[in-house]
């Protein structure tokens, strides 16, 4: 499952699928909040949908956009409580939560780390072989996450397997005393 954060719109997709095999979708929904409630309440309602989610699709792990610093501190403030309780409703369930950077899921999915939010709409509708780009530009990216996280993850499950079978203790061959 992929979460965009965001106190205002928070995107969440699901994809299935492998490394190396089709992937398809599952479902996207965008989580709206008004900026006319107080922000608790907003988060109220983020958690909320969030263990909605996690409850009815039951993903294997959960990837959150990584919060980057931009020059509006309000935007990253509120994305970055987003964020949180996003991780915190993974956490709670015993789910692996990756981070992933924005320019990271647009090179992922595009070849590009600096595509923009079109082109990435663009190929996560080619990706998942959609009618339609999904919209807004939070549900494509929510996608763009899941996306990112089966392709790195599965890679990066491999790298660590590697990694772990080369510390294991190699028996010695030769004499014993």
């Given amino acids: 499952m ?41 988060l109220v309602t983020i958690e909320k949908g969030i263990d909605a989610w996690l409850d009815e699709y039951r993903p294997d792990a959960v ?12 935007t990253v403030m509120g994305t970055a409580q987003a964020s949180g309780i996003a991780m915190v409703c993974a956490a709670r369930r015993g789910l ?43 549900a494509a990216d929510a996608l763009a996450l899941a996306i990112t996280h089966i392709w790195r993850g599965g890679a990066q499950a491999r790298i660590d397997a590697a990694l772990a079978g080369s510390r294991q203790p190699r028996p010695t061959i030769g004499r014993s005393r």
């Fill in 2 to 42: 992929g979460i965009d954060p965001g106190l205002t719109r928070c995107g969440m997709g699901v994809v299935e699928g492998s490394v190396g095999r089709p992937l398809s979708l599952v479902d996207v929904n965008v989580l709206r909040t008004s900026s006319d409630l107080p922000v608790p309440e907003r």
């Fill in 63 to 74: 990837a959150v956009e990584r919060v980057f610093a931009r020059s509006d501190v309000s």
């Fill in 96 to 138: 692996p939560v990756a981070l992933h950077t924005p320019s990271e899921v647009k090179a992922a999915v595009s070849g590009n780390g600096r595509a923009d939010k079109t082109q990435v709409g663009a190929m996560v509708t080619r990706i998942l072989r959609l009618d339609a780009m999904p919209k807004p530009a939070d």
